[in-house]
């Protein structure tokens, strides 16, 4: 049989003035993942350097791509600059180049500052936005999991008096179906089980309590039970749903709104927690947090929730060339 090459696996460094090459100095120099694939890190090698002063120095075998986009002057961890929004969005612009032309794999991207893209006049909210408007995605899903469950989204960054405007049968729709997709191809289960949280207290207790979860959710999961064979529950509550799909009972959670999934997902086990995004041409992960810029450049951040984003990354990627 033909050895497999290993799977090769770009990292954006995110916001310089952030945790971003901190973590990746502290994941890549662990053992065990120098053997499951090839890295190629994507930052400005002099900012860089300002964290590998902190932890020993990568391997000769890790690529550098060095896009010096970061004045030595003046720099700092931990300050909100349109000049490292910037910077930040230059590092993923290469990962595209290099994902188009078939240099990687897949792509881990470090945390990067809202506030320092939008000053840099790149009004996105996030990675998920930024990418899918680069690679002309028009469906994408974010999932956000770690050891103990698999939570996806509805709604992402938007202020919660708008989540309930914002949810309707299409949007609701789409976020299960691709949910059943992605936990099928990329984590092999060959009939997922899913349940949907409710957007009310109580999934509205009939009506008392909103009228939501019965004029929009559950109309369509009458309809996807049909379609998926009746392997979708809900709407439960919340706190029922991530409880019982905590017992394993469930393979995904559809959450309705950001905090309804990042509470559980982070109270439960932060450091094994990684975003997803299911849909795009290529696996893109990230760690379950932001730039930390409160204590970066300290030497005290922990590459464990990185380490999780490039094992799954390597794992789904693995698991789409097995479907």
């Given at each position: 049989?033909?050895?497999?090459?290993?799977?090769?696996?770009?990292?954006?460094?995110?916001?310089?003035?952030?945790?971003?090459?901190?973590?990746?100095?502290?994941?890549?120099?662990?053992?065990?993942?120098?053997?499951?694939?090839?890295?190629?890190?994507?930052?400005?090698?002099?900012?860089?350097?300002?964290?590998?002063?902190?932890?020993?120095?990568?391997?000769?075998?890790?690529?550098?791509?060095?896009?010096?986009?970061?004045?030595?002057?003046?720099?700092?961890?931990?300050?909100?600059?349109?000049?490292?929004?910037?910077?930040?969005?230059?590092?993923?612009?290469?990962?595209?180049?290099?994902?188009?032309?078939?240099?990687?794999?897949?792509?881990?991207?470090?945390?990067?500052?809202?506030?320092?893209?939008?000053?840099?006049?790149?009004?996105?909210?996030?990675?998920t936005e930024y990418l899918a408007k680069r690679t002309n995605t028009k469906e994408i899903l974010m999932m956000l999991l770690n050891r103990e469950l698999k939570i996806s989204l509805v709604t992402r960054h938007i202020p919660l008096k708008e989540v309930a405007l914002s949810v309707n049968k299409d949007n609701l729709y789409k976020t299960i179906f691709m949910t059943f997709n992605c936990l099928k191809e990329l984590f092999l289960i060959k009939r997922p089980r899913i349940v949907v949280c409710g957007l009310n207290p109580h999934a509205s207790d009939n009506g008392l309590i909103g009228e939501e979860d019965d004029k929009i959710i559950k109309p369509v999961l009458n309809k996807l039970k049909r379609k998926l064979r009746g392997s979708i529950d809900g709407p439960l509550s919340a706190d029922v749903a991530v409880l019982k799909a905590k017992q394993k009972k469930y393979d995904g959670v559809i959450a309705i709104y950001h905090d309804q999934a990042l509470i559980p997902l982070k109270l439960l086990d932060s450091k094994s927690g990684v975003n997803l995004t299911f849909g795009l041409p290529f696996i893109r992960t990230s760690p379950l947090h932001g730039t930390a810029f409160d204590i970066a450049g300290r030497g005290i951040a922990s590459a464990d929730s990185l380490t999780e984003a490039i094992n799954l990354a390597v794992k789904c990627t693995l698991n789409l060339r097995k479907d």
């Open positions: 049989m033909l050895k497999l090459k290993k799977i090769r696996v770009g990292i954006t460094a995110g916001d310089p003035a952030g945790i971003g090459s901190e973590i990746i100095i502290r994941a890549l120099t662990k053992p065990s993942l120098e053997k499951i694939a090839d890295f190629t890190v994507i930052a400005d090698k002099w900012a860089f350097e300002q964290a590998s002063a902190l932890k020993p120095q990568l391997s000769d075998r890790i690529r550098f791509i060095d896009l010096k986009n970061v004045k030595a002057k003046n720099f700092s961890f931990g300050l909100i600059k349109a000049e490292y929004g910037r910077a930040a969005i230059e590092y993923l612009d290469k990962a595209l180049e290099m994902l188009k032309n078939g240099d990687l794999d897949c792509l881990v991207t470090c945390p990067i500052s809202k506030e320092a893209i939008n000053l840099a006049n790149f009004n996105f909210s996030g990675h």
